[in-house]
T-cell receptor, first 113, second 112 residues
Framework: KAGVTQTPRYLIKTRGQQVTLSCSPISGHRSVSWYQQTPGQGLQFLFEYFSETQRNKGNFPGRFSGRQFSNSRSEMNVSTLELGDSALYLC????????????FGPGTRLLVL | SQKIEQNSEALNIQEGKTATLTCNYTNYSPAYLQWYRQDPGRGPVFLLLIRENEKEKRKERLKVTFDTTLKQSLFHITASQPADSATYLCARDTGTASKLTFGTGTRLQVTL
């Protein structure tokens, strides 16, 4: 099976802009989670989508949002970008039914200038 | 909040030795702990999961222990190789399978 894919891999934006990142989970996986990774804070959970519904949410402002489509692909959006949003954004997919192992994609490196 | 700490930011060892990485958690005991490997510029790769009722788990040269009394997990790589050089992350569940809390990672460097 193909792994988790994320597009784009790299992105440069300026403050105030918005950005949309995409994630395609492993075939058959219905849960997609998003994480932000920065040198200072490490990996932090953003949110999880399952069957097109947000199931869990981390402690991030409302500027961070996401959605999931019927084919389980997911997008996350960050509006009104701030310098501090520069990070590696990772998505992870997981089988449903209580299987805990998450499979991460390669990430999207976002730089906000 | 459930915190998780990896004491060493970096660990340098010689090839062939055993690397031991530490992960400590606070508050209630997690149902399980997971260990991941992350190479620069790439996403974490799952290595091992150990449940609270398990003392030890092994996979090839990897061994993980879980001590609920000490609130600690140890991750061992035996007969380490330069290819083992990477950042290793531990993660705990938060009561929700997908919502993991990660430690900041330990960067392991194995030299010849």
């Amino acid at each position: 099976k193909a792994g988790v894919t994320q597009t784009p891999r790299y992105l440069i934006k300026t403050r105030g802009q918005q950005v949309t990142l995409s994630c395609s989970p492993i075939s058959g996986h219905r849960s997609v989670s998003w994480y932000q990774q920065t040198p200072g804070q490490g990996l932090q959970f953003l949110f999880e989508y399952f069957s097109e519904t947000q199931r869990n949410k981390g402690n991030f402002p409302g500027r961070f949002s996401g959605r999931q489509f019927s084919n389980s692909r997911s997008e996350m959006n960050v509006s009104t970008l701030e310098l501090g949003d520069s990070a590696l954004y990772l998505c992870a997919s997981r089988e449903a039914g209580g299987r805990e192992t998450q499979y991460f994609g390669p990430g999207t490196r976002l730089l906000v200038l | 909040s459930q915190k998780i700490e990896q004491n060493s930011e970096a660990l340098n060892i010689q090839e062939g030795k055993t690397a031991t990485l530490t992960c400590n958690y606070t508050n209630y005991s997690p149902a399980y702990l997971q260990w991941y490997r992350q190479d620069p510029g790439r996403g974490p790769v799952f290595l091992l999961l150990i449940r609270e009722n398990e003392k030890e788990k092994r996979k090839e040269r990897l061994k993980v222990t879980f001590d609920t009394t000490l609130k600690q997990s140890l991750f061992h790589i035996t007969a380490s190789q330069p290819a083992d050089s990477a950042t290793y992350l531990c993660a705990r569940d938060t009561g929700t399978a997908s919502k993991l809390t990660f430690g900041t990672g330990t960067r392991l460097q194995v030299t010849l």
